[in-house]
């Protein structure tokens, strides 16, 4: 579904991604963990499509399209979808009206019909439930005053109402209380299926007990340094990055 | 190079004098020409004036058209508001109101409307010569002198007490531009007595493509436990350049709510002034502009606080695109006697082209010493970041761009009360800010 393949990648001449490879199936959970700064939000990013990232180097397939042509508003309508680290708030822009756009802007681009207003409302209900998040969120502006959490939630009730094909979901988890973090890994759990792809950005191991996923990379200084399975994120729970020393060396010395 | 030409204003005015029988009118010309002879137009070096050159307008002769009332009830029709069917519509021509034309919807217990030169023949002589002209005092520049010289055709309004009305007024501009140039000079004097609430909107049409620049005077005064609402919709022509003076006293403790949108035209100049002449008086100032091509915008505003504990707000935000300018400042005095006033102003402006600019200015002037106030502005460009994230989902740039653009504008345009106006205005910006 996913191919990127050695990605280098620059902002304001700053080197931060230095050959990324990466496959990603359908059905698969990928974690992706690493030290702050290590450039796990700039590949969401150059993933997602923003602009201020050069990548200087290889390419990224996304269902066989060669996504770096595509706007960032093409790759979310081919089925890629992005839950930010930090959603921004959006004042006087109503969080119903926009999902209701996002959704309708994809059906079109897909040659489907606008959803009329009871699909929509219907589709919301149910999504609603699915990640527990409260109505009176979405006839908000979009994250608006929201609580970290609120804004974490409202980033997965996103990804359910668009189901992607790929989402990729960035520190989720990061600013969450015990609660929070559950409904929100319940609700990713619920939106797993053999078609869809996930790939977590996380820093603990909390999510991923949650989740379980298929693989476990670690990115540092900006390349992958070790991959394995869910049994590596374990490791490096227990005993932090430092394990990975000459992992870690050699990713320094490039 | 063209020179300023007002050597005909002079014929224009001893024209209208001689023909004009009453004194109290007479008597207010004569005495708003000679200072407009005193001191001029606003000269570019004039502070107040220095960001728009409006004597670059007098560079040609305008027509101060006399009754040849060539607007038709078709070319009303096509200017006629949301919610008209409901309005006290009245119809200005060149500057003179048109009782015949105009549909007052209002009881005569609820409202009067007249001519002013009818007015003053009434029970309300006194009154109209207390309060016509006060805005002279605190406007001494030429062009609000040129106003007042050539007030005639102009109208009254009272609102009675205890009345609030169910019937907003619709003031209707319109400017025959057909065959000259034309030089309209709407003046208008308006009383809300005490417990009364009125709603005035004031719409601007120009109708030909000679040029046209309309001077407009509205004083509006307000009672104690009064309302005063106020629209301005500027959608005219870019041939249509305009000054509207709009001067609020509130002279017993009130309530202004006003919100000016302007959208097309010339060079347009408004004047927004709020006298604070009695202890607890409360305002609301919103202005919205959205400017294209060489559209000049700029609103002054004034409140002045002269007794104390009363409350102000102001907020103005613009976005400016092409080669449009605009300018916004806001002048708040404090008097000595103004003690705990509470005065706050806020501007924002998006630039969506390099060569848009905006000229922002705060204007506090402070002689109490228990005041809050406080001042902001800011000048940027979209929220790339909120772009970025609308687009992550699928919403094309140029939708996310008129989402951004619309929820900015929303601020003020959620403050027009009346709904069908209010409906009005947000198509027009959503017609505007749409993919274009
Ligand atoms: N827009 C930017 N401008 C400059 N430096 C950036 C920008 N975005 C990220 N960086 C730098 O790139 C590196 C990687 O950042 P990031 O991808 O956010 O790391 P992570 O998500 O793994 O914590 C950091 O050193 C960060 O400071
Ligand atoms: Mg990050």
Same mark, same amino acid.
């Given at each position: 579904?996913?191919?990127?393949?050695?990605?280098?990648?620059?902002?304001?001449?700053?080197?931060?991604?230095?050959?990324?490879?990466?496959e990603v199936k359908a059905g698969e959970v990928h974690a992706i963990m690493g030290p702050n700064g290590s450039g796990k939000s700039t590949l969401a990013s150059i993933l997602a499509g923003r602009e201020d990232y050069e990548v200087t180097e290889g390419s990224v397939f996304f269902e066989g399209n060669d996504m770096l042509e595509l706007s960032p508003e093409d790759r979310a309508r081919e089925g890629l979808f992005l839950a930010f680290q930090y959603p921004v708030e959006i004042p006087g822009v109503s969080t119903t009206n926009f999902i209701k756009t996002a959704l309708n802007e994809k059906r079109k681009y897909n040659g489907q019909e606008p959803l009329d207003a009871v699909s929509f409302l219907k589709m919301m209900k149910q999504k609603m439930q699915l990640v527990e998040i409260d109505k009176s969120l979405l006839t908000r502006s979009i994250n608006e005053g929201f609580s970290g959490g609120e804004k974490k939630r409202n980033e997965i009730f996103q990804m359910a109402m668009l189901e992607p094909k790929l989402a990729i979901l960035d520190e989720t988890d990061s600013g969450l209380d015990i609660d929070a973090l559950r409904i929100v890994a319940n609700g990713v759990n619920k939106l797993r299926n053999e078609n869809r792809a996930i790939i977590v950005i996380t820093?603990?191991?909390?999510?991923?007990?949650?989740?379980?996923?298929?693989?476990?990379?670690?990115?540092?200084?900006g390349r992958i340094v070790r991959s394995g399975t869910k049994e590596l994120a374990l490791e490096l729970e227990e005993k932090?990055?430092?394990?990975?020393?000459?992992?870690?060396?050699?990713?320094?010395?490039l | 190079m063209d020179t300023i030409k007002t050597d005909y204003l002079k014929d224009k005015f001893n024209e209208l004098q001689s023909s004009s029988a009453d004194d109290v009118l007479s008597n207010i010309r004569e005495e708003g020409f000679k200072n407009f002879n005193k001191v001029g137009l606003p000269a570019p070096h004039n502070e107040e004036w220095r960001l728009t050159g409006i004597s670059n307008l007098f560079k040609k002769e305008y027509h101060l058209s006399e009754l040849e009332n060539t607007i038709t009830i078709a070319d009303i029709d096509t200017a006629r508001l949301p919610g008209y069917e409901n309005a006290n519509e009245l119809i200005f021509i060149n500057g003179k109101f048109i009782p015949e034309l105009s549909t007052i919807r209002s009881s005569e217990n609820d409202c009067i409307v007249l001519p002013l030169e009818e007015a003053i023949k009434t029970e309300y002589k006194n009154l109209i010569d207390e309060h016509l002209n006060k805005s002279y005092r605190f406007i001494k520049d030429g062009i609000h002198a040129l106003n007042t010289s050539f007030m005639h055709g102009g109208v009254f309004i009272y609102i009675n007490k205890n009345k609030v009305l169910q019937h907003p007024f619709y003031l209707y501009h319109f400017a025959d531009a057909r065959n000259n140039h034309l030089l309209s000079q709407p003046r208008s004097l308006v009383y809300i007595d005490e417990n009364a609430k009125g709603q005035l909107t004031e719409y601007y049409t120009t109708i030909g493509a000679m040029d046209s620049f309309t001077n407009e005077v509205m004083e509006i005064v307000v009672n104690t436990n009064a309302i005063a609402e106020y629209y301005k919709i500027q959608n005219d022509v870019a041939n249509a350049s305009q000054v509207t003076t709009t001067h609020i006293r509130q002279i017993g403790k009130s309530y202004t709510h006003a919100v000016t949108v302007s959208l097309n035209g010339g060079m347009i100049r408004n004047n927004m002034n709020v006298i604070m002449e009695k202890e607890g008086n409360e305002a609301h100032l919103y202005g919205l502009y959205l400017l294209k091509?060489?559209?000049h915008v700029d609103n002054h505003t004034l409140v002045d606080n002269t007794k104390p504990n009363c409350f102000s707000n102001e907020f103005y935000k613009g976005i400016l695109d092409d080669n449009a300018s605009g300018v916004f400042n806001g002048k708040i005095f404090v008097r000595q006697d103004a003690q705990?006033? $509470?005065?706050?102003? *806020?501007?924002? $402006?998006?630039?969506? *082209?390099?060569?848009?600019?905006?000229n922002t200015k705060p204007q506090l002037e402070i002689f109490a010493d228990d005041v809050k106030c406080s001042h902001g502005c800011t000048i940027g460009q979209l929220d790339e970041e909120a772009l970025f994230y609308l687009r992550t989902r699928g919403i094309s740039k140029e939708l996310a761009q008129s989402m951004l653009l619309e929820a900015f504008a929303e601020d003020i345009v959620m403050q027009i009360k009346h709904e069908p106006l209010r409906k009005y205005v947000e198509e027009l910006i959503v017609e505007r800010l749409s993919i274009n």
């Amino acid at each position: 579904m996913l191919s990127i393949k050695n990605i280098h990648a620059s902002v304001e001449g700053k080197q931060i991604l230095n050959g990324i490879n990466l496959e990603v199936k359908a059905g698969e959970v990928h974690a992706i963990m690493g030290p702050n700064g290590s450039g796990k939000s700039t590949l969401a990013s150059i993933l997602a499509g923003r602009e201020d990232y050069e990548v200087t180097e290889g390419s990224v397939f996304f269902e066989g399209n060669d996504m770096l042509e595509l706007s960032p508003e093409d790759r979310a309508r081919e089925g890629l979808f992005l839950a930010f680290q930090y959603p921004v708030e959006i004042p006087g822009v109503s969080t119903t009206n926009f999902i209701k756009t996002a959704l309708n802007e994809k059906r079109k681009y897909n040659g489907q019909e606008p959803l009329d207003a009871v699909s929509f409302l219907k589709m919301m209900k149910q999504k609603m439930q699915l990640v527990e998040i409260d109505k009176s969120l979405l006839t908000r502006s979009i994250n608006e005053g929201f609580s970290g959490g609120e804004k974490k939630r409202n980033e997965i009730f996103q990804m359910a109402m668009l189901e992607p094909k790929l989402a990729i979901l960035d520190e989720t988890d990061s600013g969450l209380d015990i609660d929070a973090l559950r409904i929100v890994a319940n609700g990713v759990n619920k939106l797993r299926n053999e078609n869809r792809a996930i790939i977590v950005i996380t820093h603990y191991q909390r999510l991923l007990d949650y989740l379980q996923p298929d693989f476990v990379h670690v990115l540092v200084n900006g390349r992958i340094v070790r991959s394995g399975t869910k049994e590596l994120a374990l490791e490096l729970e227990e005993k932090g990055y430092d394990f990975l020393k000459d992992e870690l060396s050699l990713a320094e010395a490039l | 190079m063209d020179t300023i030409k007002t050597d005909y204003l002079k014929d224009k005015f001893n024209e209208l004098q001689s023909s004009s029988a009453d004194d109290v009118l007479s008597n207010i010309r004569e005495e708003g020409f000679k200072n407009f002879n005193k001191v001029g137009l606003p000269a570019p070096h004039n502070e107040e004036w220095r960001l728009t050159g409006i004597s670059n307008l007098f560079k040609k002769e305008y027509h101060l058209s006399e009754l040849e009332n060539t607007i038709t009830i078709a070319d009303i029709d096509t200017a006629r508001l949301p919610g008209y069917e409901n309005a006290n519509e009245l119809i200005f021509i060149n500057g003179k109101f048109i009782p015949e034309l105009s549909t007052i919807r209002s009881s005569e217990n609820d409202c009067i409307v007249l001519p002013l030169e009818e007015a003053i023949k009434t029970e309300y002589k006194n009154l109209i010569d207390e309060h016509l002209n006060k805005s002279y005092r605190f406007i001494k520049d030429g062009i609000h002198a040129l106003n007042t010289s050539f007030m005639h055709g102009g109208v009254f309004i009272y609102i009675n007490k205890n009345k609030v009305l169910q019937h907003p007024f619709y003031l209707y501009h319109f400017a025959d531009a057909r065959n000259n140039h034309l030089l309209s000079q709407p003046r208008s004097l308006v009383y809300i007595d005490e417990n009364a609430k009125g709603q005035l909107t004031e719409y601007y049409t120009t109708i030909g493509a000679m040029d046209s620049f309309t001077n407009e005077v509205m004083e509006i005064v307000v009672n104690t436990n009064a309302i005063a609402e106020y629209y301005k919709i500027q959608n005219d022509v870019a041939n249509a350049s305009q000054v509207t003076t709009t001067h609020i006293r509130q002279i017993g403790k009130s309530y202004t709510h006003a919100v000016t949108v302007s959208l097309n035209g010339g060079m347009i100049r408004n004047n927004m002034n709020v006298i604070m002449e009695k202890e607890g008086n409360e305002a609301h100032l919103y202005g919205l502009y959205l400017l294209k091509r060489k559209t000049h915008v700029d609103n002054h505003t004034l409140v002045d606080n002269t007794k104390p504990n009363c409350f102000s707000n102001e907020f103005y935000k613009g976005i400016l695109d092409d080669n449009a300018s605009g300018v916004f400042n806001g002048k708040i005095f404090v008097r000595q006697d103004a003690q705990k006033t $509470n005065a706050y102003q *806020s501007n924002k $402006n998006i630039l969506l *082209s390099d060569d848009a600019t905006i000229n922002t200015k705060p204007q506090l002037e402070i002689f109490a010493d228990d005041v809050k106030c406080s001042h902001g502005c800011t000048i940027g460009q979209l929220d790339e970041e909120a772009l970025f994230y609308l687009r992550t989902r699928g919403i094309s740039k140029e939708l996310a761009q008129s989402m951004l653009l619309e929820a900015f504008a929303e601020d003020i345009v959620m403050q027009i009360k009346h709904e069908p106006l209010r409906k009005y205005v947000e198509e027009l910006i959503v017609e505007r800010l749409s993919i274009n």
